[in-house]
Structure formats: C-alpha cells, structure tokens
C-alpha cells in the first residue's frame, strides 16, 4: 500500500519550461490537493478537485493547470515554468471520514 | 472554514510534555478540530482531530474548551524526533471537496 506518490521527487527546470508533476493515490479517496511549499512558510493550496471530473482554484492558482485524470491521478502542469515557482510541491487525498494523506513533495527549482 | 492562531515557535525539554495551543474564536459548531504535523519538510502528517470532547491516541492528546474557542496538543513525553511544525486547522467535517487549508503552524523544537 504505497498511499500517495509523487513523480518526479526532483527536478531543475528552466525559465519557460513547461513539466507535469504527476500524482496518484491508492487509498480510493474522493479528494485530492496540491500544495506547494516555499522556504520557512505554511503549505499553500493551488488546486484541489473534490471529484473525478471536477477541480477547484485553491490560494495561489495562477500559473498552474491540473487535471483529474481518474480517481487515483491527479497532475499539475506548469505551461511556462518562472522562478518564483521554485518550491516544494505537495499532492494529497482524503475522504470525508479520514484525515488527509500526503505524498513525500516534488523539490522544484526553476533557474 | 474558521481562522486559527497559533504561536509561531515553542520549545520543550525532551520527556516533558509539550502543550500546543490554538485559538479558533471563530469555530463554527460542525466544525472540527484537526492536529496535523510536519517533520523536517516531508509531507505533513496527521496527529488527532475532534469536535468537543477530549480525544487521545496513541500519538498525542487533544483539550478543547467548553466554548471551543481554543485547544491544545499535548504530547506527553516529547522526544528530539517530535522535533516539527504542527499544524492547527478547523474545518467542518461536511463532504471530500472543502478545501483544505493550513497556517504557518508553530516550530516546535525539542531539546535535550
């Protein structure tokens, strides 16, 4: 039972660049979550989808897309890759009667 | 979902009790409280949640008050890999799509 996995766990881009973080969940869970996370600060919300077929703006959407491939994936796309976008990336799931599962990040840097 | 407040550091003796608060004034009445932690910049992890009552497991304690306006962590016997952020959040416990949302949590560093 992996849980949460995220692919890939590193990665260097280049100003412009564009890459997919894949994530996918083996838990069954309705919901899934991306986060990323900057240097010393809070995790914050880019997307989220409640659902197979349905996604939502979080905190900080601009400059990402997402797609709810299936119930099990759920990608993040970044169309035209900037350096402010240099985080640590986070994918969960969770399900109304459970607690949230997190992956183990994608470590992004954009130079 | 409501607000929280919560110190931005603490520290604690190793095998003392650590006592994390969180304020959440706003807390609505569906609405639950959820600990989660995370160490050294690895997906965050869950601790405890709960509505009212004082709940227990075999990680931590969690104390809310009778208006529910405030809680507490406590982990009993801290050890140096307690060593995290933890994280305070108050949502209702309604449907899979709410957002969830997360502070800056409080660095707690526990020392020899």
């Known amino acids: 039972n992996a849980g949460v996995t995220q692919t890939p766990k590193f990665q260097v881009l280049k100003t412009g660049q564009s890459m997919t973080l894949q994530c996918a969940q083996d838990m069954n869970h309705n919901s899934m979550y991306w986060y990323r996370q900057d240097p010393g600060m809070g995790l914050r919300l880019i997307y989220y989808?409640?659902?197979?077929?349905?996604?939502d703006k979080g905190e900080v959407p601009n400059g990402y897309n997402v797609s709810r491939l299936n119930k099990r994936e759920f990608s993040l796309r970044l169309e035209s890759a900037a350096p402010s976008q240099t985080s640590v990336y986070f994918c969960?799931?969770?399900?109304?009667?459970?607690?949230?599962?997190f992956g183990q990040g994608t470590r992004l840097t954009v130079v | 979902d409501a607000k929280t407040t919560q110190p931005t550091s603490m520290d604690c003796a190793e095998g003392r009790a650590a006592n994390l608060p969180c304020n959440h004034s706003?807390?609505?009445?569906?609405?639950?409280v959820y600990w989660y932690r995370q160490i050294h910049s690895q997906g965050p992890q869950y601790i405890i949640h709960g509505l009212k009552n004082n709940e227990t497991n075999e990680m931590a304690s969690l104390i809310i008050t009778e208006d529910r306006k405030s809680s507490t962590l406590i982990l009993p016997h801290a050890t140096l890999r307690d060593t995290a952020v933890y994280y305070c959040i108050v949502r209702a416990f309604t449907g899979g799509g709410n957002k969830l949302t997360f502070g800056t949590g409080t660095q707690l560093k526990v020392e020899l």
């Open positions: 969960a799931c969770r399900d109304p009667l459970t607690e949230a599962f």
């Open positions: 989808s409640a659902s197979e077929g349905t996604t």
């Open positions: 706003t807390i609505s009445g569906n609405e639950y």
